[in-house]
């Protein structure tokens, strides 16, 4: 009585640890291809409820078609080998939907049947494949800008020291240039979940000189925003202009102010005017400093470009770089002021619920949605009505819409991506008149961008 008890709680505990661990488990009879298999298994597989029966075939239908001859490939090997079998790949649900699983099956013989059997149990892994690839994304990331650091510091002790004058002079410039690019990198990380705007760079590049607010005053389209590395450059370029304008210029009396204004002018472009006044009289340098020349060099690289005017009145810069939307604009577009009514909005996109919320958004300010499609075959079928803009998700199940992507832009549609997985560099270039924002992203900062795009087009 006492075996029967613990054998019964055995059974009770086994049957606890694969409901808290979700796992399914399986008993695949390899001669016929039938299996028996557990609730959570089907559920895996996107049955609400126990499916009459199962099959290997059944099985194989599910995994992707990138991933169903290694899987195949593996049974064949385990049952040749008599081995366990053991693999990770990528199945469509019966719900439509892309997820990953995880099975280990152990290789064993039926002493009734005689018929080799696999035993095993599978779980859904798609929430770790998911971080994993946000991590890979996150170290990629890392190590590109670790080293364009290294590479930006190494220009910098170079081209330092062929202007220094003395150690004590390189050590100066060097550590305060050093203490700039920290500065830009320490933002760009406090604010890495929300738009880097124009002001912010500033706001970073001259806090440190605590310059008089009666004296340095910054106005315009400050809530441009900013890509990090744009970013970098133009907070090396605001340091550089004002340790001159304190050594030298407008900040080194009583009387000297700064100006800087931001003005946008075209989409994607703005320009960044530096001016000072009432400083000391003004003359060119006789050569040119790691300053100016950082300033021409390093924004030029990142698709910027710079103007000196050493007038006798005052220093004036001019730097026009590319620029992002404005935070102000999505503010607005919360409340209404950034409309799309009567406007005809394309939205491609295979998760339900992020599917219905930009609907109701896009509803709410007016727009006339056409879709949600989650199918490339449907959307495909309704380009023909030519919408004044598309929301696309790149990735439908394990189809893409760049297909349809591609169709559209043949039509003149303004594209805006809205993707979690998907390269924004690469789709840039082969639709550079697109935008692409990733997930996850507000309502608000996609109505904000459609109306821009659509604006853009006229």
């Known amino acids: 009585m006492e075996d029967l008890t613990e054998l019964e709680r055995g059974a009770e505990h086994l049957r606890l640890v694969l409901a808290v661990g979700e796992i399914g488990v399986w008993d695949l009879d390899t001669a016929t291809g039938k299996a028996w298999r557990s609730l959570r298994h089907d559920q895996i597989f996107g049955y609400e409820a126990l499916l009459p029966s199962w099959s290997y075939e059944d099985f194989l239908r599910h995994v992707v078609d990138e991933d169903r001859a290694a899987v195949d490939e593996a049974y064949g090997a385990a049952l040749a080998a008599k081995q366990g079998w053991s693999f990770e790949c990528r199945i469509l649900r019966a719900d439509g939907k892309l997820r990953w699983i995880a099975a280990t099956g152990r290789f064993m013989t039926d002493s009734d049947t005689g018929h080799a059997r696999i035993i095993g149990h599978v779980m859904d892994i798609t929430d770790r494949k998911e971080a994993e690839d946000r991590l890979r994304l996150l170290t990629s990331e890392l190590n590109h800008r670790t080293r364009n650091m290294l590479s930006v510091l190494q220009g910098m002790v170079r081209m330092s020291a062929r202007r220094a ?6 050590e100066r410039s060097l550590l305060g240039r050093m203490e700039a690019l920290s500065r830009s990198h320490a933002l760009t990380v406090q604010l890495s979940e929300s738009a880097l705007r124009v002001w912010d760079v500033v706001d970073s590049a001259v806090s440190p000189f605590a310059p008089d607010p009666e004296r340095f ?25 004002t ?12 009387q000297g102010r700064v100006s800087v204004e931001v003005s946008r002018l075209a989409p994607g472009r703005a320009q960044v005017v530096w001016r000072e006044s009432g400083g000391p009289r003004v003359a060119p340098p ?7 020349t950082l300033l021409r060099s390093i924004l030029r690289a990142d698709e910027g470009d710079v103007r000196i005017d050493y007038a006798e009145t005052g220093v004036t810069c001019i730097i026009e770089l590319p620029v992002g939307h404005d ?8 409340r209404g002021e950034a409309r799309l009514e009567g406007r005809r909005v394309m939205v491609v996109e295979d998760e339900f619920l992020i599917a219905i919320s930009l609907e109701m958004a896009l509803g709410e300010q007016g727009a006339l949605v056409e879709g949600p499609y989650t199918k490339l075959a449907e ?19 394990t189809e893409s819409s760049l297909p349809l992507a591609r169709d559209l832009t043949a ?19 082969e639709f550079p008149d697109s935008e692409v924002l990733s997930k996850p992203v507000s309502e608000d900062r996609v109505v904000a961008e459609l109306k821009r795009l659509i604006e853009r087009r006229g």
């Not at 910054?218 to 133009?234: C, N, Q, R």
């Not at 959307?379 to 199940?397: E, I, Y």
């Not at 805006?416 to 560099?425: I, S």
Request: hydrophobic share 45%; net charge negative; no cysteine.
């Open 217 to 241: 005053v910054v106005t315009g389209a400050t809530g441009a925003t900013l890509e990090p590395k744009i970013a970098e450059s133009l907070s090396l370029a605001l340091y550089e202009l």
């Open 411 to 429: 039509l003149g549609v303004p594209l805006l991506f809205v993707t979690g997985n998907v390269d924004g560099e690469k789709l840039k270039q």
């Open 286 to 292: 006789e050569r040119s400093g790691f300053g100016s």
């Open 379 to 397: 959307a495909r079928q309704a380009v023909s009505t030519r919408p004044d803009a598309a929301v696309l998700d790149v990735r439908l199940g």
């Open 243 to 254: 340790t001159n304008a304190i050594k030298y210029g407008a900040l080194s009396n009583e």
């Open 327 to 334: 935070v102000a604009e999505s503010a607005r577009a919360t």
């Open 165 to 170: 004058d003395s150690v004590a002079d390189l």
